[in-house]
């Protein structure tokens, strides 16, 4: 902990993370309940799977659904913003979990779980070779021989065309009628695998506009790089798709995200 890009990553989490589920939800409506059933879906067939860590769980409303399924999930997250939204988010639906901060590239839970859920791009935020190493191990670290691990990554290739872009992320009104509207300014250096994701966030109240700024890089993952990466920290890529949902094909030029399944070695 404790870079430039840290530091940002953890203001711009500080700052939405009580309305986080408000904007993915109206970025993508249906993401939560999607990923749930796809992963419920992976673990029956590839299972058995009881214990699962997130090791990046953000406000816990993906794994929400699979307590509900009865599933035991460990959620961590490095920012406490994030943690504090999961607790509500737990309180509110009557469920409980163990959740709490911790840094994935190093964080210690006790026994070996079934699968380990790393997902909504939290891994192209390790975007140096040693915190990707670092995150291996440690997810390694957790699972039993044949758990599962799946990764859930921006799949950046139907980028590549117009790697620095503008676009409005986000215009929206939260219920306490205050407008929220982020624009990205991206861009992409593909002999160093970073895409550069820059925001820049009006927040108005009122008459009142607060502007921020953050930027974070992140790691561009190819089908081929991941697979060689996780193939060398003693993964074994079983399974790719184009999107956490059912069915979703890969598509190197078309699919949204690029996941991956690997067991255990
Ligand atoms: C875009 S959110 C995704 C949250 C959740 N996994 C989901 O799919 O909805 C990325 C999350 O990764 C977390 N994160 C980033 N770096 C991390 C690290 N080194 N260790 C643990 N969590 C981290 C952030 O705090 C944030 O909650």
Not at 96 to 111: C, K, W
Request: hydrophobic share 40%; aromatic share 8%; proline share 4%.
């Amino acid at each position: 902990m404790g870079s430039e890009s840290d530091k940002a990553h953890g203001r711009w989490f500080r700052v939405f993370a009580e309305h986080y589920d408000t904007l993915a939800a109206a970025i993508e409506p249906r993401r939560t309940p999607n990923a749930a059933a796809a992963l419920h879906r992976l673990f029956r067939r590839r299972g058995p799977v009881r214990r699962i860590l997130d090791v990046a769980c953000g406000t816990f409303s993906i794994d929400l659904g699979l307590v509900a399924r009865g599933y035991s999930v460990v959620g961590r997250d490095l920012s406490a913003e994030m943690i504090r939204a999961s607790r509500r988010n737990l309180r509110e639906a009557g469920l409980r979990a163990n959740v709490a901060v911790a840094d994935m590239r190093s964080l210690r839970v006790g026994g070996a779980f079934d699968a380990l859920l790393c997902l909504g791009t939290a891994f192209n935020y390790l975007a140096s070779p040693t915190d990707v190493r670092r995150g291996l191990r440690t997810f390694r670290r957790h699972l039993r021989p044949g758990g599962l691990l799946v990764l859930d990554t921006t799949n950046f290739d139907p980028w590549i065309n117009n790697p620095t872009n503008v676009r409005a992320e986000v215009d929206h009104r939260l219920p306490d009628g205050t407008r929220l509207a982020i624009f990205t300014l991206n861009d992409q250096d593909r002999a160093r695998s970073l895409h550069v994701a820059r925001f820049i966030t009006a927040m108005q109240r009122g008459r009142n506009i607060d502007l921020a700024f953050d930027e974070a890089p992140l790691r561009i993952w190819t089908k081929q790089t991941l697979s060689d990466a996780l193939r060398r920290e003693g993964f074994r890529p079983i399974e790719w798709w184009g999107d956490l949902k059912i069915g979703a094909k890969y598509d190197r030029q078309r699919s949204p995200r690029l996941v991956v399944v690997a067991q255990r070695a």
